[in-house]
């Protein structure tokens, strides 16, 4: 269904998700001087593991009501 079950996050937090067996397979054959796994070259293994991160906070002090200007 696509829905995460409520052990994927489990796992995910403490390291043992997919995503990093597939980054310890890359780290290997890099270390071993070895060619890349197939998965990696692949273009949808590429656009699947690229994320635009945002890191913004903005604390409950420098928030403002819409209309308001935002105050120092």
């Given at each position: 269904t696509?829905?995460?079950t409520p052990r994927t996050p489990v796992q995910v937090l403490s390291g043992q998700g997919a995503e990093?067996?597939?980054q310890g397979l890359r780290q290997a054959a890099l270390a071993a001087g070895e060619p890349l796994p197939e998965?990696?070259?692949d273009?949808?293994?590429a656009q699947?593991?690229?994320?635009?991160l945002c890191t913004l906070q903005v604390s409950p002090e420098r928030t403002w009501a819409p209309g308001?200007?935002?105050g120092d």
């Open positions: 696509g829905e995460p990093r067996h597939l998965i990696f070259l273009p949808a293994y699947a593991t690229h994320f635009r308001e200007p935002p």
